[in-house]
């Protein structure tokens, strides 16, 4: 049976579908006020920003800590560059000091009944192997980056189950420079995952182990100071394609750093995008899957590939075809060169590639 390329694209920013947004929140006792009379002023504030179209807060008639907001978005990366913006963590900050607890849950539109709408839908479901990806970043102090790989490298593995629907499926760590990546596959809900994740103690002690080499100062035993500091850490993953979804011999992973020049980061995604969508339909492509992560103009390729990274390096760079290399030099801040430089240069080093043990 032939898969369609509509079958192997499990995720994509880049469909120009609309975006519902739905967050949902418990708050402490006694917060509801504050919390209502700052969103009163926030929405204000959102309702400013591109790629807006409405939004709603409701308040649960049956738990009155139980709220939601749920927001309506032109695309997604109108809603990603506002989410991912230094204005935007500031404008939540008054709400989430009310939180308890949130969950924030993104969809794209397929189908809409009783109102006509001119914004398009998407397409068609997308299928998927249910694992979800998720990737952190943030920089290192110059000079500590070798200490800070041997953390990285050496901690003790967390417990995979997170419960009965949720577990972690693999955790992969690059470096390139003084910047850390670092990428989780998670098999049920992600945030699920996240919260198990910080609260085990092999994970608290190496984070707690490389907070003096840190750019960002934060204090995880400072609710707030932690929160800032993951809001600003999150690299979404814009863009996910993949050739087969089991398991191939000789196929390794790789992370490969593209510095976008200003204001071109969404560009750079969405080119790389379009580059592994063609590469999924050639049979003979090394690139089995690959994952495109992009917050503002930062973007990483997360690839697996069947054999040497190199031997193609015009594909594993994604810039195989006509003007394709000249495009994508436009949008980047570094030199241009030939694709197997380009490839030495930007792919990063890899720290550790855990798996899960496999479940009976």
Not at 20 to 37: A, I, K, N
Not at 42 to 52: K, L, N, W, Y
Not at 328 to 351: I, K, S
Request: glycine share 4%; aromatic share 6%.
């Amino acid at each position: 049976m032939t898969t369609t390329l509509s079958e192997r694209v499990s995720q994509s920013a880049f469909d120009g579908s609309m975006l519902r947004v739905v967050f949902l929140c418990d708050l402490h006792e006694g917060t509801q006020q504050q919390f209502f009379d700052a969103y009163e002023k926030m929405r204000h504030q959102v309702a400013t920003v591109p790629g807006h179209i409405s939004d709603q807060l409701c308040q649960s008639f049956e738990n009155p800590s139980q709220w939601l907001i749920t927001s309506e978005w032109e695309s997604a990366p109108h809603y990603l560059a506002w989410v991912n913006s230094d204005e935007h963590i500031e404008q939540v900050r008054p709400l989430s000091v009310c939180m308890r607890s949130n969950k924030a849950l993104k969809y794209t539109v397929l189908r809409e009944t009783g109102r006509p709408s001119a914004k398009r839908l998407q397409a068609a479901p997308r299928l998927g192997s249910g694992v979800v990806r998720h990737a952190l970043t943030f920089t290192v102090k110059p000079g500590s980056e070798p200490a800070v790989a041997a953390l990285l490298a050496d901690y003790a593995s967390p417990s995979a189950r997170v419960d009965a629907q949720t577990r972690l499926a693999r955790t992969t760590l690059f470096m390139h420079g003084n910047r850390v990546v670092r990428t989780v596959e998670i098999e049920g809900d992600l945030m699920a995952a996240l919260r198990h994740v910080a609260k085990q103690p092999e994970v608290r002690a190496v984070e707690e182990a490389i907070n003096p080499h840190l750019v960002q100062d934060r204090d995880l035993d400072d609710p707030e100071s932690a929160r800032m500091f993951f809001m600003r850490a999150a690299l979404p993953a814009v863009h996910h394609v993949a050739a087969a979804e089991a398991d191939e011999p000789d196929v390794r992973r790789y992370a490969v750093y593209y510095p976008a020049r200003p204001g071109c980061g969404t560009a750079v995604a969405k080119f790389l995008a379009r580059q592994d969508e063609q590469a999924a339909q050639d049979p003979a492509s090394p690139v089995r899957s690959s994952t495109v992560f992009q917050r503002d103009d930062l973007v990483v390729r997360l690839l697996d590939v069947r054999g040497p990274l190199d031997a193609e390096p015009d594909l594993a760079f994604g810039i195989r075809g006509r003007r394709k290399a000249a495009v994508l030099a436009r949008l980047l801040d570094v030199p241009a060169a030939p694709a197997a430089r380009l490839l030495e240069q930007q792919t990063m080093t890899l720290v550790t590639d855990r798996r899960a043990p496999a479940e009976h």
